[in-house]
């Protein structure tokens, strides 16, 4: 499917006489792509975890994350491009030892940084690993198989993102904490194996090697642009010179990529092949996706820990059993799209998850986990059409804009839309939280002007409070000491539980947005059902 090189700068290895199995090489870019989503949600679900057995404090430990992602951040484009030299086997099988080693040694660390250095090793060894799935999938498949590799990706993602959560709580219920690591170790062998034995050598094209400069310079930037998003809510965003100098140096280094680009272009890309509007209107659909994903990724957990008191047990297990219907409905939504529109299916997956967030904007702070069970049903199968329709969606606007024509034009492609899933991935998280701190803050500050002292309503629930308190005080005003604190803590949780339902809101008119900005996508001219007759 992609275009043959003219020529080979040097005869393959020996070893590259091994017969290869396509299918058993998808399956290894598939086992890459979920260690990799895995591997980073098991670090951010188990900091807490982490920081409990080693003692790293709040600050040091929110980095382990920024690392990993950092890290993933700058390989995760920067080797859609390498591919076209090197081809996913030389890049894989390093890249996965590298990832085994890293993940084992973690948790052995002597240290913090010992350990930071380590997460950020692994991050760019497993940055490869996402990166190249789909690449691979469409060069590998034959045509009429590819919309049920569009589905096997989109339950690979989708089914590990569900399940993390529960994974990470039974680790450290009964095994150790260390296999927040150690997971990725166990799983990276198989599959190297995967790899080995399913994905040929790649000839490289004739020609002197480009420069990669540019690319250094624009990965390195948006790394750091990824880190002060990702930790500006934490330090007070522009009010911390941490985060200014981290984006004011991301701006640079993009900057100077850019002019790089001007002043000596790079054969391995091709801009111009993205100045279309359906690709940019499909592109945002990641993003929108990824945004909407928030729901079960960040609100509803946030909801049931800080509200509700959950465990992390009790977090995995309220958000796991979702999993396997989404695993279910990936494979009828393929079927679908066959004899329908990869569109029409987002259109649908867009629309069932906004109703399903709008539903989720009445919940109160006496929802738990029960309540949320039918509409996590729905958002799974609203989640499963938009992930299968917006990846099919945006695979026949690269064959039909011919992405496959040219190594330049398929990374070009391939490399934008990466950049949109991860790079905008974090834009989201990033406004979400600030949302939810902004509207706290609103709700509570008029939540406090009707909870005044000498107010009657806010007399009678303290005598109330301290009333029932009093058999278990020492004395009266310890009583009453411990009903305000419990007071001003339920005011928190209503204004909590208020701020969560603001963002619910905001996906909602989000997706609608999006939904709108779809009307102005040209007709496509490729179907699945037309691909399916081909070999």
Known sequence: MTAPAKGTETAPPASAQITTNPYIGILGVF???????????????????????????????SWLPTALNMAMMFSGVFVVFVNTRL??????????????????????????????????????????FYSLTMTFVLTALPKRLIIFGIAAYAADIVFVSNFASAVEAWYVDHLSWHWIFW????????????????????????????????????????????????????????????IVAMSVAGVFLVAAAGVRRLLDPNPTVNLAFLNKRNIIIIALSIFVFKFEHLATVVLVPNFLSSIKQYRPLEVGHALAWVALPMFAVVWLV??????????LILTAGLTIAAVCCWLCAHLDSSWSGKN?????????CGFACTYVGLVSSIVLEGLEAGALGSFANMATFSGFMHFVRIFGGQIGVAVMT????????FHSNLLGLHVQAGDWL?????????????????????????????????????????????AFILIAWMVVAYLLLMVFLRPGKLNYKALKSMP
């Open 87 to 128: 081809g996913p086997r030389r890049i894989l099988l390093p890249a996965a030892g590298v990832f085994l080693v890293a993940s084992a040694l973690a948790p052995l660390a002597p240290g913090y940084w010992g350990m930071l250095a380590l997460i950020a090793i692994a991050g760019l060894a497993s940055g490869t």
């Open 372 to 380: 949320f069970s039918l509409l996590e049903l729905a958002l799974a």
């Open 31 to 61: 086992l890459g792509a979920g260690l990799a989503t895995l591997n980073s949600r098991l670090l951010s679900v188990g900091l807490a975890d982490l920081r409990g057995a080693t003692g790293f404090g709040f600050d040091e430990a």
């Open 183 to 242: 997971n990725a170790a166990v799983f990276a062998p198989l599959m190297m194996i995967c790899v080995y034995f399913g994905i040929p050598w790649h000839n490289r094209p004739e020609g002197p090697s480009p420069s990669w400069r540019g690319f250094a310079y624009f990965s390195f930037g948006l790394s750091l642009l990824y880190a002060a998003m990702d930790q500006g809510e934490r330090l007070d965003w522009f009010h911390s010179g941490t």
């Open 334 to 343: 393929a079927f679908t799209i066959i004899y329908t529109n990869s569109r």
């Open 458 to 502: 806010t007399d009678e629930r303290l005598r109330m409070l301290t009333g029932g308190l009093l058999p278990g005080s020492a004395g009266y005003d310890e009583a009453q000491a411990r009903a305000v604190g419990i007071l001003s803590q339920q005011v928190r949780g209503q204004a909590y539980t208020m701020a969560i339902a603001d």
């Open 434 to 441: 600030r949302v939810i701190t902004v509207r706290e803050r």
